[in-house]
């Protein structure tokens, strides 16, 4: 009986990682999300856009993060990686094509909401709002920040060493053109 209701709870996870900024999740989502809607826009016929949406971001999401330890091309911009919230490593690819796979119909959804559904504002609010809710339940997470998605598979975003921080040096030219304005 111990065993059934242990195993019913979810445990903490064995030690406490660094947190990443939420907007660094979201820039990184919107470069994989966009890379993959540019890959699949090639393909006009929608139920083929959408089985070319789903390759290129399982190509992204999956292949590229276990071929390059945890960062897909939007996670390497913004210095970011996906580990095993138990293990604290890389998941194993069965554990990353759930994950992302259960993320791109989620993201479909939002792409054919952003694409179609301009005209019709309701439209566009309900293909939009699962990304939305997962996107505020990762807010509402104080100390992990996991969206569903990530509490279901036990998998945290966490900072990384290797990357192009494309946000600090995006904001470092931005800062440098507005001194020379200043001048």
Do not use: C
Not at 27 to 56: E, K, N, R
Not at 136 to 153: L, N, S
Not at 170 to 180: G, Y
């Amino acid at each position: 009986m111990e065993k059934t209701t242990a195993l019913m709870s979810k445990e903490p996870f064995p030690r406490h990682y660094p947190r990443v900024p939420i907007q660094r999740r979201i820039y990184a989502f919107i470069v994989d999300f966009v890379t993959a809607w540019f890959i699949s826009a090639l393909v006009g016929i929608p139920f083929l856009q959408l089985i070319m949406f789903v390759a290129a971001w399982l190509g992204l999401r999956v292949f590229a993060v276990s071929r390059f330890k945890g960062q897909s091309l939007g996670r390497w911009a913004f210095d970011i990686e996906i580990i095993d919230g138990r293990r604290g490593r890389l998941p194993d690819v069965t554990v990353l094509i759930k994950r992302e796979g259960a993320v791109s119909l989620i993201a479909f959804l939002g792409l054919v909401g952003l694409q179609y559904g301009f005209p019709n504002f309701l439209s566009i609010a309900l293909l939009v709002s699962p990304l939305l809710v997962d996107l505020v339940v990762a807010i509402g997470d104080e100390e992990h920040q996991q969206a569903i998605h990530d509490r279901f598979f036990d998998t945290i975003i966490v900072p990384s060493r290797r990357g192009y921080s494309l946000d600090l040096r995006i904001r470092r030219w931005v800062d440098d053109l507005m001194d020379r304005m200043r001048q």
